[in-house]
């Protein structure tokens, strides 16, 4: 064999393999490059999603007193709702029966002792006293002066119970009207906590989404850079064992070999060597 012939055939097998070996460490490079991007995007999504539940955290405490102040007034207000508490007071008013007794009346008895003696004055003035004239007149001064002691009395009466049935119904009122206020306040309390609890799960539920959209960015980040990687390892790889292989069709066709070389060249040391790389990377 031509020692130039010979070692043309080495440089060429070198020169593959040198140029192999650059592509691939340029691939392994974009591989690194590629897996690096990935897990940086996939760091950022995580820094993301902490404070995206940093931030739903403050906004859960600072919802915290309001949540806690409508619990605790719900509380008080079952409580006394389920003791009667709220309920209304008997109704304190009962009306009483009428009993005037005009014969019973001093003032009545006076006043008509009064009226007597004035007509028997008057009749015996006149001569007639003791006559039919005189009983008839005493007659309509009793039923005159009865009838208005007895209107007197009873608008008397009815004006007294008037004022108690005022009282009674005043004193409902305002009981029944604390009581409703009290119920009101606990209510109102109540409603604030439910409006805040609301609040807070809204704000969990959007934090929650967010939270899951970010960490299926990240791992879709971080699975495409190591889709990326292996590709570019892969693609070195096969140039490396693509210029491997064409090295060694160039060296045999220097060398006067076909692909598949004699007999003799497969079963010489170079033949083998150049049919099987040892080469290990």
């Known amino acids: 064999m031509d020692p130039v012939t010979l070692g043309l055939g080495g440089l060429s097998l070198g020169a593959n393999l040198v140029g192999g070996l650059v592509g691939r460490s340029g691939a392994r490079r974009q591989a690194r490059a590629a897996e690096e991007a990935g897990r940086l995007g996939s760091e950022a999504a995580r820094y993301a999603a902490d404070l995206q539940d940093k931030q739903f955290q403050q906004t859960k405490a600072d919802f915290a007193p309001y949540v806690g102040a409508g619990q605790r007034g719900l509380d008080t207000y079952e409580t006394e709702l389920r003791g ?142 190591l889709t990326q990687g292996a590709g570019f390892r892969s693609a070195g790889d096969d140039q490396l064992l693509n210029s491997i292989g064409g090295g060694v069709q160039d060296a045999g066709q220097l060398m006067g070999y076909g692909s598949r070389g004699s007999g003799v060249m497969r079963n010489s040391v170079m033949g083998k060597a150049l049919a099987q790389p040892t080469y290990r990377f």
Not at 128 to 152: H, I
Request: charged content about 20%; hydrophobic content about 30%.
């Open 84 to 225: 009667g508490q709220y309920d209304p007071a008997q109704f304190g008013f009962q009306a009483r029966t009428r009993n005037y007794d005009l014969g019973a009346d001093p003032v009545f008895g006076n006043v008509l002792d009064q009226a007597m003696k004035r007509i028997q004055a008057t009749q015996a003035a006149k001569g007639s006293f003791g006559g039919g004239g005189t009983q008839r007149a005493l007659q309509r001064e009793a039923v005159n002066f009865g009838q208005q002691f007895e209107n007197q009395d009873y608008q008397r009466f009815q004006g007294e119970e008037e004022t108690r049935y005022g009282q009674a119904t005043d004193a409902f009122n305002r009981d029944y009207g604390a009581k409703q206020d009290r119920a009101n306040r606990f209510q109102g309390l109540g409603q604030m906590g439910m409006n805040a609890a609301g609040q807070v799960g809204q704000f969990g539920a959007n934090s929650a989404n967010q939270i899951g959209q970010l960490g299926m960015s990240g791992a879709a980040s971080l699975g495409q850079g």
